[in-house]
């Protein structure tokens, strides 16, 4: 069983940065690919991010050359630095795990972006 635990949304005006947080439970994280999703409001759930096990990064094109996704496999973390957010940003972003059949997710956090 794993738990995800997200941290690190907030309110952010256009423009601004935030860095999201997802710590996983159990062992063995450093051996598998991590990602965050987000969905909006009245949208689907779609990939923001992902790293592989080996640290190789994809992203949504919408948010390429904005959003950074890093690991830390000491902590158990990933992360989500956000910068030059747009209003078209705000959702609640998900952190996720597939685990051979499985897939864990966390409880998401909002991220808000308005003046």
């Known amino acids: 069983q794993v738990q995800l635990v997200e941290s690190g949304g907030g309110l952010v005006q256009p423009g601004g940065s935030l860095r999201l947080s997802c710590a996983a439970s159990?062992?063995?994280?450093?051996?598998?690919?991590m990602g965050w999703y987000r969905q909006g409001p009245g949208k689907q759930r779609e990939l923001v991010a992902a790293?592989?096990?080996?640290?190789?990064?994809n992203y949504a094109v919408s948010v390429k050359g904005r959003f950074t996704i890093s690991r830390d496999n000491a902590k158990n973390t990933v992360y989500l630095q956000m910068n030059s957010l747009k209003p078209e940003d705000t959702a609640i972003y998900y952190c996720?795990?597939?685990?051979?059949?499985?897939?864990?997710w966390g409880q998401g956090t909002q991220v808000t972006v308005s003046s």
């Open positions: 996720n795990t597939p685990r051979g059949t499985k897939s864990y």
């Open positions: 159990g062992s063995s994280f450093s051996s598998y690919a």
């Open positions: 790293i592989t096990s080996g640290g190789s990064t």
